[in-house]
């Protein structure tokens, strides 16, 4: 018995440590996830939610990280070991940004309208910030065209 309760009481510790590992991973920003192409470089890298519409009404959160790059908006979900969500929208895809709420009170997100119809919403803290950033890159890559 003796050695079934210790057995117990390791596995336990093992769990809990597993669990502040991953804790701590999650706080960290970690920009190396997000693959670059030539003359691509990350502008800002922030945490933030994607905001899913779901089947049965509703939105869904998806908390991640995002990189915005001087090419494209890229989001990866937090949990990539099951497959993860990863979003990727290229400024040249960009019709629209505009503000929005979080369950229709918290005005913290923007949604993002692309040229093949699709919309996404993200939420993420000072979003005028990356609103104007978004457009000030879409700006940027329409004048080089």
């Known amino acids: 018995m003796f050695l079934v309760g210790l ?3 390791l596995i336990g510790f ?3 440590i ?3 590992f991953l804790m701590i991973k999650c706080i960290k920003l970690n920009p190396s996830q997000f693959e670059l192409s030539d003359g691509e470089e990350i502008l800002k890298n922030v945490k933030g939610d994607y905001w899913q519409k779901l089947v049965i009404g509703g939105e869904g959160q998806n908390a991640g990280e995002f990189a915005f790059t001087n090419k494209r908006i890229a989001f990866r979900s937090l949990f990539q070991i099951f497959g993860g969500l ?3 929208i290229p400024y040249n895809q960009i019709v629209s940004v505009e503000k929005s709420n979080v369950k229709g009170i918290m005005p913290v997100a923007f949604t993002v309208k ?3 119809g699709e919309s996404y919403k993200f939420a993420i803290m000072k979003r005028d910030v990356y609103i104007n950033l978004i457009n000030e890159q879409a700006q940027k890559i329409k004048e080089n065209v």
């Open 7 to 9: 057995l117990g009481q």
């Open 14 to 16: 093992l769990l809990f």
């Open 18 to 20: 597993g669990f502040i």
């Open 86 to 88: 990863n979003i990727d």
């Open 114 to 116: 692309t040229v093949d």
